[in-house]
Every structure is written in C-alpha cells, then in structure tokens.
C-alpha cells in the first residue's frame, strides 16, 4: 500500500483545516435538522390533527429516506468524488427541510420530509469517508470523535432554538432556518479538494479500463462484485450491516421520542425540558471525543462494544428509577454514554474496507442499518398507545445491547488505512 500527502506542508495544514471545518459544520446542521422533527413533534399533531402512531411514522419515514440516501451517497461517491457529492447533499437537505414549513398536511410533510432525508442521510455517510481520507491513523478516532460532536453540538443548536422559536413564532420558522448551510457549500467548493487516496484510486481504475480495453480483456468487477467476492469484506459488511441496525433502532428510537417522553411522562415544560436536553447533548459531545481519544489509545473495538452494552444497562435504569431529583443527573450520564458507539463508528467502519468500495460498502451497511431502525420510531409509538413511550426505551435498550456484542466478537479493527491505496 501506497501512503499518499499533499505536496508542501503549508498547503497540507490549510487542507486540513478547510476539510475539519466543512466536516464539522455539515455534520452540524444534519444534527440540527434531524432535531428539528423531535421538538415539532407535539406541535405537528396539533396542527394536523395526527396520532401518536402517525407521529412515529414521521421518523420512520425520515430514517428510511436517510437509509435510501446513504446508499446512493456512498455509492456516488465513490464514483464521482466525495467533495461532490457534499456539497449537493447538503443543498438536497437544507432546502428540502426548509420546504417543510411551507407543508399544509401531514401527507405532504411526509412526502417532502421523505426527499429532504435523504440528501440527510448522504451528507453522514460522505462527510465522513471524506474526513477519514484525511486523518492519519494514530489519531484518526480522536478527530473523528471530534468531527461527531459537531452532530451533538447540532442537536444543542437545535435545542436552543426550537425553545427561542416555537413558542414566539411557531415550528414552520424553525424549519425555515434550514435554510442557512446553503453558505456552507460555496465554502466547501472554493477550499477542499478532493482527497488524494481517492484522486489516486481513480486513475489507477482509469488506466486499468484503458489497459483492459486494449487487451480486449472483460472490465473489472463492480464495487460490489468486489465487496462480495472478498471473503473478509463480505463478513465485515455483514456484521456491520447487523451491528448498525441494532445502533440505530436504539440510538434513533429514543432521539425521537425522548423530548416528548419528558413533556408527557416526566411532567417537563418546554422551558425545563430544555435546559436537561442542553445538558444531555453537551455530556454527548463529551462522550464523542473522550471515545475518540480512548479509541487511539486502547482500541476501537472494546470502546465501542462498551459504549454499547453501558447504554443497554442505563436506558432501563431511566425508566425504572428516574424522580425529580434524580432525573438530571440520570440524564446527563446517559448523554455521555449514548456518545460514546458514535465516537468510534465512523474510523472503526471505515477502516473495515479498502478505497475502491469504501464509499459504497460503508454506505450500503450502514443505512442497511438505518432501514431497520426505520421501525424503532413507529414501534415507540405503538408502544405510547398502549403503555407508555418508557417501554418502547427498555426494547431500545436490548437493540444497544447487540450493537455492543456483535461487534466485540465479530468485528476486527484496522484492516485497512483510508489513507492508502490498497
């Protein structure tokens, strides 16, 4: 393998700095604009009239649209450049989370909820394998981690507004403030390049094709063809397509429903609610970068196996024990651990697979994942209906509970560097 850098070091630490900063601030607003549903929910029935059941399904509905555009997302970029295809998600998902405010039932916010999704659901996926093909290996968890705390610091952002706005004007101005990335792309497009592992990988597949056609020789595999007749990626692929699924069910199911689990269930104002959820968000972006950290020091695998498993045990414990008093402090621990599987993922996934499919195979398992998770906000609303939205969390608890183990016993770390050609 072939480690690649930029020309000078002077160039080298300007890239650097464009490419954290894109990735940090794209990653921020998808953070945001996938809070904004959470906080609208309650507002959003009222407006429309709509049941719990239906209120779920906006979720699910978004998470399968998510899922839909992590595939195309890596797959694209893998093809057309992870930079690209950035900077046309991000447009995708600001302009079509602002159209939301302009919705006049629940069928055409579910529909336009459904398109915005999934330019949401690309960002994730590109933004991270970009950044990846930039950090070097020693402490590419500990920038990782770092880059996924501007997802948390977009859930605070989030937080902060939808109390400022909702109340004063109402949740179609909130969307409407979806708008504002749209600047971040013209950024993105003036300072970042793309990276050179994957400018490299490109010409290499340009000459192989040239070669092969002047050989009158067959074309080479598909990305996929690729994935699935390596034995080793085949199985990382498919224990993270099971790893992802259980990380989702669980992470995105209380995402969900946890704004409206303490207005319903633990008696919280809007105002009150808020401040436990700035807290919670703030140990979460702790969680991301101490992960990180850990992860460069002692390993990805057993950091996030125990970021999995410790927020399996305390999600019961919320609902079981929480009182007044206590609820604070539950939730802010809560918030560090639920951090911590997402501080990891991004290197740990990455590094599973080589350059050429990389792109594709991370986008594919992981919204494999994120179409399964689709149900978990659906089921927390059937659950609601018929007991409470608390034993919907105890079910997303076991879901954790597997993202922790299957990866413990079924997944290696560092198989490939995303710095190199392979």
């Avoid at 004063?168 to 990335?181: K, S, V």
């Avoid at 085949?234 to 303490?262: D, E, K």
């Avoid at 992860?295 to 019961?316: E, M, N, Q, Y």
């Amino acid at each position: 393998m072939n480690n690649l850098g930029f020309q000078d070091e002077k160039h080298s630490s300007r890239i650097w700095i464009a490419a954290f900063v894109s990735v940090f601030f794209g990653l921020l607003v998808d953070g945001m604009d996938l809070m904004f549903l959470s906080y609208s929910l309650s507002s959003l029935k009222q407006t429309f009239g709509i049941t719990d059941v239906q209120a779920g399904s906006l979720g699910s509905v978004s998470l399968i649209g998510m899922a839909m555009g992590g595939v195309l997302g890596g797959i694209a970029s893998d093809r057309y450049g992870r930079v690209r295809i950035l900077v046309i998600t991000i447009l995708v998902f600001s302009v079509g989370t602002a159209s939301l405010g302009l919705t006049q039932s629940y069928g055409q916010f579910i529909v336009v909820r459904g398109i915005s999704a999934i330019g949401l659901g690309a960002e994730y996926v590109v933004a991270n394998t970009l950044m990846a093909e930039y950090v070097p290996t020693k402490y590419r968890t500990t920038v990782l981690g770092a880059v996924q705390a501007g997802w948390s610091m977009g859930y605070l952002a989030a937080t902060l507004l939808a109390r400022w706005i909702i109340p004063a004007f109402g949740w179609r101005w909130l969307f409407a403030t979806a708008l504002l990335p749209v600047a971040l792309t013209f950024y993105i497009q003036r300072t970042l390049p793309e990276p050179p592992v994957w400018t490299a990988m490109v010409k290499r597949r340009t000459a192989e094709k040239a070669a092969a056609l002047a050989a009158n020789k067959p074309k080479g595999k598909s990305a996929w063809g690729t994935l699935w007749n390596n034995p080793t990626s085949r199985h990382m692929f498919i224990a993270w397509a099971v790893t992802t699924t259980c990380l989702q069910f669980g992470y995105f199911g209380v995402n969900n429903w946890l704004p409206s689990y303490l207005e319903r269930e633990m008696h919280l104002d809007l105002k009150a609610m808020t401040g436990y959820m700035v807290g919670l968000y703030t140990c979460m972006i702790m969680g991301k970068i101490i992960a990180g950290y850990l992860a460069d020091k002692f390993g990805r695998r057993p950091i996030f196996a125990l970021g999995g498993v410790s927020t399996a045990v305390f999600l019961p414990l919320i609902v079981m024990y929480h009182t007044p008093e206590n609820t604070p402090y539950l939730l802010t621990f809560f918030g560090f651990l639920y951090g911590i599987p997402y501080g990891v993922n991004a290197t740990y996934m990455t590094e599973s697979f080589e350059t050429k499919i990389r792109g594709s195979a991370v986008g594919v398992a992981y919204n494999i994942g994120r179409m399964g998770a689709a149900v978990a906000p659906l089921s927390i609303g059937y659950a609601a209906a018929q007991h409470s939205i608390g034993l919907g969390f105890v079910i997303m608890g076991a879901a954790y509970l597997l993202a922790g183990l299957v990866p413990l016993f079924f997944i290696e770390e560092k198989l490939y560097n995303p710095q190199a050609v392979d």
